[in-house]
Every structure is written in structure tokens, then in C-alpha cells.
């Protein structure tokens, strides 16, 4: 028998979504993100079940050429624009719109040859202060752009820092539109969390990640209640049930120790797999579609949980890390992360399915 570990995508969930996005921002295209293998669930599956969207963007080359060879027409971006003057032929190739955040990136596109005029989004740093040109260097940027002999569409572009906190983003957004003024320009500016609570900032397009995949952006409010469908279930078995006695200790370090006689089962899902291991006693898990709780410390292939609570419980039995039933955020959020960090790290090792 294989190791019970999966990962259940579901797609429906994923189009779900699409829709749900649709009526958040209904005149703004929509840029799928499936950058970092479709956050863990599988680049091409994503862009399978999302194939309504506007456009995918990506980080690399090599992400953008799997969109193309499996027959995707739309606009895909790479989000970090090319890193060396080598891959704009495959840029022009295969007709990919870059962010040029960089001067660097702007001389690559000066001395570049291309049969066709390359789509580039030029980033500006409104307030991330992570890519883009400063609000004083963005003006000659645009010039310099304008100026490539091999540069056609352009698209003003800029990332949110706090979209999805109590700041908010309207700094960003008022120094965005103080520099943009005039331009006539495509714009993109929200990811999920910005084109739900802030559609004034939907512009042409809209990249969205995190909510695609079904997880709400928010700390205070639930997927569910934004009408969002988790897009993968992490599940696995009960292999092993032990009965401890009262003081017993349970897993590395002795950090548990039993607080009475009590069943446990050990679970085939460890920090190998993607789980985090610093999740510590307490964390939320279901076993047979009940809530029960992790018990010790996660090992790289196991981890214990409480069967007190589910005396029907036994060896074979059924149990979701996250996912329909326990949304990833609450995972997250009692492992001290954020949803993308556990969908993203979702190991090799375990085998996706699709419902
Ligand atoms: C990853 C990414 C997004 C998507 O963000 P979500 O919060 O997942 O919607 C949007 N824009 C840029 C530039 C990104 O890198």
C-alpha cells in the first residue's frame, strides 16, 4: 500500500472563485498568478481549471514556456521581468509581457532585438520599497521605455503593501495616481486582497493569487464568507494508534505529555510533506471530519493527534490537514504563518489528485 498522504485539488473550487473575482471587479481583466507551481497546486493543473482567466503571470521563463507548450494563448507576465538581456529572445518568442522594474532591465531592452514589440508593465515603487522605480525616477523611466526601439504596450504597474491590513492601501494608491495622472496607459494594480475590499483600484487588470486558491487574504475575515472554495484538501490516515497512560510523553522532545489515559493516533504527514513543524500542540486537525488537535512535536514523516474525543477512530481512519472542513488560514494562523507559506510548501512527495 502507498503512503496515504495526498493532496486533493479541487477544481470546481478554482472556478468557484474565478467567478467570485469576476463579480468583485467586473471590469478588470484577470491575471491568474500560479507562480510557485499555481501556489502548490500544480502549474498546469491550475491553468487548466482557470482557463477563463485573462492571463496568468509567473516568475520564470521556464513557468511560461510550460503555460505555452500546453496550449495557453492568453498574456502571461513575468512578474519579475527577464534577469538576464538572454532570455528576451524567448520573451519575444513566445510573446510574454515583462515587469521592467530595474535600469538595469530598461538597457537590456535598449540594446534588445525582437521581431515583434514586446508588452512590458513598468513597475513603480509606491510605498513596497521592494521593486520599481521611485516616484522620481519613474518619469525618465517611461521615457527611456518609450525610447526602445523594441518596446510596444506599456502598462503602469504597482504592489500593495498592506492590502490586506488595517492601513490599507490609499497612500499607495493616492501616490500612484498623483504619477500617473494624465497617462493614458493600462494600469494594474490589486492582488486578491485589494480587489475585495478596494475595487476603485481594479484597473485594466487584476493579479490575482491567493484567493484563486481559496484562502481569504484577510486576518478577520473568513474565505467562506467572501463565497471563496478551498482549492486543495491536504489529507492522509490514522497508520498507528497508541494508548498512553497519564504523564507519558508523546514525540520528540518529550513535549507533550499525556494529561490523562488517552488514545492517539499517529497521522503520515510530517514537515517532509509540507506540514510546518513548529506547529505545537494544539494545532487543528480533523480526524473522520471532527475537530480534534495535534499532540507533541510534528516529525518529518509523522504526527500524533488526540482521540479522545473520537473513539471510532482507529488505523485507516481518514484525516484533513487543511482544506473542505478546516480552512489553511486557521492552520496558519495557529502555526504562526500565513496560508501561501503552507499551500507553497507542499512537498514533491505528495501526490495531488484531482476531485
Ligand atoms: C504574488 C503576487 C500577486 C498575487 O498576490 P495575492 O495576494 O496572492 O493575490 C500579485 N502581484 C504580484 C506582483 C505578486 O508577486
Same mark, same amino acid.
Given at each position: ?51 477563463e482567466s ?34 528576451? =529572445? ?72 498592506? /492590502? ?29 486582497? /485589494? ?20 484562502? =481569504? ?22 497508520? =498507528? ?26 497521522? /503520515? ?6 506540514y510546518p ?34 473513539p471510532d /477512530?482507529?488505523?485507516? =481512519? ?38
Amino acid at each position: 500500500m502507498t503512503r496515504p498522504i495526498q493532496a486533493i485539488v479541487h477544481p470546481a473550487a478554482l472556478v468557484n472563485n474565478l467567478l467570485v473575482a469576476r463579480q468583485a471587479v467586473p471590469a478588470a481583466k484577470i491575471m491568474a498568478v500560479v507562480k510557485a507551481n499555481g501556489y502548490g497546486h500544480g502549474l498546469l493543473r491550475v491553468a487548466r481549471a482557470l482557463e477563463e482567466s485573462d492571463g496568468f503571470a509567473v516568475l520564470s521563463v521556464e513557468e511560461a514556456v510550460r503555460l505555452r507548450e500546453a496550449g495557453f494563448t492568453q498574456p502571461i507576465l513575468l512578474l519579475e521581468g527577464v534577469f538576464e538581456s538572454g532570455e528576451l =529572445s524567448v520573451v519575444s518568442e513566445l510573446g510574454l509581457c515583462i515587469v521592467v522594474h530595474s535600469v538595469e532591465q530598461i538597457e537590456m531592452l535598449r540594446r534588445g532585438w525582437s521581431p515583434v514589440k514586446l508588452s512590458v508593465f513598468l513597475k513603480l515603487n509606491t510605498g513596497m520599497h521592494r521593486l520599481g522605480f521611485a516616484p522620481d525616477a519613474f518619469r525618465s523611466a517611461l521615457a527611456a521605455l518609450q525610447a526602445c526601439a523594441i518596446v510596444g504596450q506599456i502598462t503602469l504597474m504597482t504592489h500593495f503593501a498592506t /492590502a490586506d491590513e488595517a492601513l490599507g492601501v490609499s497612500d499607495q494608491l493616492a501616490r500612484f495616481n498623483t504619477l500617473t495622472q494624465g497617462l493614458t496607459f493600462p494600469r494594474t494594480l490589486a492582488n486578491s486582497a /485589494a480587489c475585495l475590499r478596494y475595487p476603485e483600484t481594479q484597473g485594466d487588470w487584476v493579479r490575482l493569487g491567493i484567493m484563486l486558491y481559496g484562502a =481569504s487574504p484577510f486576518a478577520t475575515q473568513r474565505a467562506a464568507d467572501i463565497g471563496l472554495e478551498p482549492a486543495m484538501s491536504l489529507v492522509s490516515e490514522i497508520i =498507528s494508534v497508541q494508548n498512553v497512560k497519564l504523564g507519558e510523553q508523546v514525540g520528540y522532545g518529550g513535549t507533550y505529555r499525556a494529561e490523562r489515559d488517552m488514545r492517539i493516533g499517529i497521522v /503520515a504527514c510530517g514537515y517532509a510533506d509540507g506540514y510546518p513543524r513548529h506547529a505545537e500542540t494544539g494545532t487543528p486537525i480533523l480526524v473522520m471530519g471532527q475537530r480534534t488537535r495535534t499532540l507533541g512535536r510534528v516529525s518529518m514523516d509523522m504526527l500524533a493527534v488526540d482521540l479522545g474525543e473520537i473513539p471510532d /477512530a482507529g488505523v485507516g =481512519s481518514p484525516v484533513t490537514l487543511w482544506g473542505v472542513g478546516l480552512p489553511v488560514e486557521e492552520v496558519a494562523r495557529a502555526t504562526g504563518t500565513i496560508s501561501y507559506e503552507l499551500l507553497c510548501a507542499r512537498a514533491e512527495r505528495v501526490l495531488v489528485i484531482e476531485d
